[in-house]
C-alpha cells in the first residue's frame, strides 16, 4: 500500500520557520516528481512547488519563493520543505503528493499527481 505522511506543521508566529516532512512508503519514489500543494480556510487547493525526481529542478509559486525550500532525500524516501518567514496568508493544510514514475515534467495541476498524503496544518499567528 502506498502512503504518503506529512509531519512537521504547527503553530508559528509571522516571521518564524517551519519543516514538513514527508516520508514516502509502499513503494520508493525516487523517480517521481514529487510536490507540495496547500488549501487555506475558505480557498481551493492550490500549488505550493514542485521537485524533479533528481531534484535539479524546481517550481515554486511566486507567493513563496525566496521563502521556501524544497528538498529531497531518495535514501530515505522523504521529501522536506523549509518553510521560512512564515506570513499569516500562509496558514493551510499542507499536503505531499507525488507522481507516477514515468512523468518527468513538475506540473502545477493537482490533477497530475496520482499519491496524495493526508495534510498538515500549517498555522501563521499575525
Known amino acids: 500500500q502506498v502512503q504518503l505522511v506529512e509531519s512537521g506543521g504547527g503553530l508559528v508566529q509571522a516571521g518564524g520557520s517551519l519543516r514538513l516532512s514527508c516520508a514516502a512508503s509502499?513503494?520508493?519514489?525516487?523517480?517521481?516528481?514529487m510536490g507540495w500543494f496547500r488549501q487555506g480556510p475558505g480557498k481551493e487547493r492550490e500549488f505550493v512547488v514542485g521537485?524533479?525526481?533528481?531534484?535539479?529542478?524546481?517550481d515554486y509559486a511566486d507567493s513563496v519563493k525566496g521563502r521556501f525550500t524544497i528538498s529531497r532525500d531518495n535514501v530515505k524516501n522523504t521529501v522536506y520543505l523549509q518553510m521560512n518567514n512564515l506570513k499569516p496568508e500562509d496558514t493551510a493544510v499542507y499536503y505531499c503528493?507525488?507522481?507516477?514514475?514515468?512523468?518527468?515534467?513538475?506540473?502545477?495541476?493537482?490533477?497530475?499527481?496520482?499519491?496524495w498524503g493526508q495534510g498538515t496544518q500549517v498555522t501563521v499567528s499575525s
Open positions: 509502499g513503494r520508493t519514489f525516487s523517480n517521481s516528481v
Open positions: 503528493a507525488a507522481r507516477d514514475p514515468g512523468y518527468l515534467i513538475i506540473m502545477r495541476k493537482s490533477g497530475s499527481y496520482a499519491y
Open positions: 521537485l524533479s525526481w533528481r531534484g535539479g529542478t524546481t
